[in-house]
């Protein structure tokens, strides 16, 4: 298993831009499916964008051309650029992590403390 720590988070303009950042230390000799997720009050949690084991990238349709996912540091890190933020960007965000083989992800089972964004207009 794996802990996740999140940065990066503030508050920031509209049409501005944040970089959040997720620490991944632990056993990271297993493959996973990383993910970023946000939730803002009275919300659901939703998965803003993941990255796959086979480097496939995905986006909620609400993000995407806006924000994008990588690797940093090797594979110690997952970073998730935002730009041109909304108002309804704003929410508290998680970074996640899955076990997977071969491009398949399992249940969640990692989860970071989170890390809050606010978009003001």
């Known amino acids: 298993q794996v802990q996740l720590v999140e940065s990066g988070g503030g508050s920031v303009q509209a049409g501005g831009s944040l970089r959040l950042s997720c620490a991944v230390s632990?056993?990271?000799?297993?493959?996973?499916?990383m993910g970023w997720f946000r939730q803002s009050p009275g919300k659901e949690r939703e998965e803003v964008a993941g990255?796959?084991?086979?480097?496939?990238?995905t986006f909620a349709d609400s993000v995407k051309g806006r924000f994008t996912i990588s690797k940093g540091n090797g594979e110690n890190s997952l970073d998730l650029q935002m730009s041109n933020l909304k108002p309804e960007d704003t929410a508290m965000y998680y970074c996640a992590a899955a076990l997977s083989f071969r491009g398949y992800c399992f249940k969640i089972s990692s989860w970071g403390q989170g890390t809050q964004v606010t978009v003001s207009s």
């Open positions: 632990g056993d990271t000799s297993d493959s996973y499916c």
């Open positions: 990255f796959r084991d086979d480097g496939t990238r």
